[in-house]
């Protein structure tokens, strides 16, 4: 709402928010030009515009703290309930403050395997699936293993227990999950998960491990997400889903609260949606009873 805004104002939030667009998949931060351009947009708006767009901020907050008290008094929840709705509170600032730090983590590493990989001649999407002591190994002199490499791209299963962490790659890694996970060829017409928001919807299922396939996969209303989970990188491809069906997950889950924010049908902890349901299969998503049929 200032008359002019200058570089360093800019600046400070750039300082403070650049890792924004950084998440499990996309290593690439936001920049200070693209920080510059959205100020800039909203600069151009009137200053009763702007005024109205802090009002509605500030007054969600107090409209969610009055629901709640209302819900409470409404339910008799008493005291030891509040004090649960504190601790989540808590938590859920905790959680968001862990995100930061995790892509923070991930971001200076990707630096520094990209520096070792300028330095050593080696590729850096070779080095991302290394574990530290072997990035370590590199740096004294050790070969890198590129067939160990080719296996972790085709599947990689680490095992943490009390005797320690073990890693599998290839076809040990799938034989693991395989095992451990109890998976077996689903071949099934019906699946069942908690429904957490309402809708009936049919379109083609479009299976995806991960969000750059989101992104390319989902395109309209009439597709339909399948995933194992969904991240905070999903969400432009959520927003083009007609319903999203995961195979993990709760009524608390990434999914279900995108899901409930966009108003579309979501079932999550199906346990086998993306191992029963291929591309291109027709399939009715009933959010209301939990039910995902395959019609052909």
């Known amino acids: 709402m200032k008359n002019k805004i200058k570089d360093g104002d800019i600046d400070k939030i750039y300082s ?17 030009n693209y920080f510059n351009k959205a100020i800039l947009k909203y600069h151009k708006l009137d200053k009763q515009g702007l005024k109205n767009r802090l009002v509605a901020i500030n007054e969600q907050q107090k409209v969610i703290a009055r629901e709640r008290k209302e819900l409470v008094k409404q339910y008799r929840l008493g005291e030891n309930i509040s004090r649960y709705l504190k601790v989540i509170d808590a938590y859920s600032l905790i959680h968001d403050l862990r995100k930061e730090c995790q892509v923070k983590s991930i971001y200076a590493y990707f630096l520094l395997t990209r520096e070792i990989g300028r330095s050593l001649k080696l590729k850096v999407d070779d080095l991302a699936w290394l574990l530290h002591h072997e990035v370590q190994a ?49 071949n099934v017409k019906e699946l069942k998960g908690r429904g957490v928001t309402s809708g009936k919807v049919k379109g083609r299922a479009k299976v995806c491990q991960g969000m750059l396939e989101a992104l390319q996969k989902i395109k309209s209303k009439k597709d339909i997400l399948i995933c194992p989970m969904t991240l905070p990188d999903y969400v432009p491809a959520m927003k083009r889903a007609g319903a999203i069906v995961t195979d993990e997950g709760g009524i608390t889950c990434h999914a279900a609260i995108i899901a409930r924010e966009l108003k579309i049908p979501c079932i999550v902890g199906t346990q086998i949606a993306t191992s029963s349901l291929k591309d291109g299969d027709l399939v009715e998503v009933d959010a209301d009873k939990g039910i995902i049929k395959k019609l052909k």
């Open 138 to 186: 590199l740096l004294r002199g050790k070969q890198l293993d590129n067939k160990e490499i080719e296996r972790r791209k085709k599947a990689l299963a680490i095992l943490v227990n009390k005797q320690g962490i073990k890693v599998w790659s290839g076809q040990a890694a799938l034989d693991l999950c395989q095992k451990e996970l109890q998976l077996k060829n689903q």
């Open 16 to 32: 403070k928010f650049w890792w924004t667009k950084l998440g499990w998949e996309n290593i690439i931060p936001h920049t200070f």
